[in-house]
Structures are given as C-alpha cells and as structure tokens.
Nanobody, 115 residues
C-alpha cells in the first residue's frame, strides 16, 4: 500500500509563505500525476495543482502566480511552494498520487492564514 505523508503546514500571516512536502513510500516515477488538493471547512475538496511525470504543471486559477508545484524523483517527494498567502487559502491540504493501481491520498496537513 502506498503511503503519502504531508508536512509543512501551519499558521502564517497574510502575505506569508509556506512550503508543503509530500513524501511517498515508493518511487514517485511510478505515478502518472501527483497533485495537491485542499478542503476548507464546509466546502468540497478542490484541486490546487498537478505535476505530471514529464514535469508539466497545472494550477487552479485561484493560486496561479502564487503557488508552485514541483517533484523531486530522487527524493520521492512532491512540494508545494505557497507565496502571498491569503486567508482564503486556509484549508487542509492533501497530497494525491495517481497510477495504474489507482489513486492514493495522504492524511492532510492544515494550513491557516490569519493575522
């Protein structure tokens, strides 16, 4: 069973930055796509960013220009660099990996943006 472990969440002031990490229990080049999702209280889980095997990235409109997703295959880790954070970015952030075996999720890490 694949395990994804997120870290790096916390409390940050508006305008601040955080970097989330997602460490996989196996080589991430076995996953077609890796992604970050988030879920705010009372809202549905939404896609934040994706990165493919080839390194192509896609972002939700709400985070374009502020967030950067990247993958380090040697470290089996995916990152989400979040800059210029806003209160509306407050949510639990989840790592997701997709392969021929299906989709896998991490347990989530809380990000709170507040003054």
């Amino acid at each position: 069973q694949v395990q994804l472990v997120e870290s790096g969440g916390g409390l940050v002031q508006p305008g601040g930055s955080l970097r989330l990490s997602c460490a996989a229990s196996e080589r991430i080049f076995s996953f077609w796509t890796m992604a970050w999702y988030r879920q705010a209280p009372g809202k549905q889980r939404e896609l934040v960013a994706t990165v493919s095997l080839s390194g192509n990235t896609n972002y939700a409109d709400s985070v374009k220009g502020r967030f950067t997703i990247s993958r380090n295959n040697a470290e089996n880790t995916v990152y989400l660099q979040m800059n210029s954070l806003k209160p509306e970015d407050t949510a639990v952030y989840y790592c997701n990996a997709q392969s021929i075996r299906g989709a896998f999720w991490g347990q989530g890490t809380q990000v709170t943006v507040s003054s």
